[in-house]
């Protein structure tokens, strides 16, 4: 029986996120165990580290805004499926240009998926507003490693906590300021080609944000 290359590829890819998924939903809670212990840990113990904060330029526009104007009633925005707004009433006493504005994705330079600019910026809302990401069924990677971020006023990629739900396919965070946004993984597995033939080999490399 005569075995197709891409389907064994495609195996092999869906065991490695099976295992990055179970290693990622076993590892965050232990993480979580250590920082939340009710002693205090002593000055030689090691800390967790992720890694050093980076800063990133400024995403750039890469297709054109949709923007409402929202009052004290609260309402909603759409872009094109993609992303959501939830203005609640009262988060705003005032009519207010709300906008979403799609721009270069600076977490992330070889992701597909561009981040937004959420506007107006340098507002501080007065009830948190709901930000929701919408992705496609086909999106490589595993929804358990997803997270959504923000880049702050010094050029860093905030993480902040994020619900998911996978029945919907969407990624929602609560906010009172608005600025750069992007959902994105937290681990992923990059390869170097999309299809190999028999014999061939395919390099896969691991990444964390």
Known sequence: MRVNPDTCLKKQLMNAYKLIAYLFICGVPLLLAISCRKDA????????????????????????AVSTVIDARGGTLWFHGAVRLEIPPGAVEQPTAFGIQPITNTLDEASPYPAFRLTPEGTHFKKPIQVSFLYE?????????????????????????????????????ETTHFSDWVWFDLLSLRKDRESVGAGGTVSLKLLQQ
């Open 41 to 64: 840990p002593s000055l030689d113990e090691p800390r967790p580290v992720f890694g050093d904060p980076v800063t990133k330029p400024k995403g750039q526009p890469v297709g054109d």
């Open 137 to 173: 069924p086909e999106t490589g990677g595993h929804p358990q490693t997803r997270m959504v971020a923000f880049q702050n006023d010094k050029g860093i990629w905030c993480g902040v906590s994020t619900a998911l739900d996978e029945t919907q396919r969407q990624l929602t965070v």
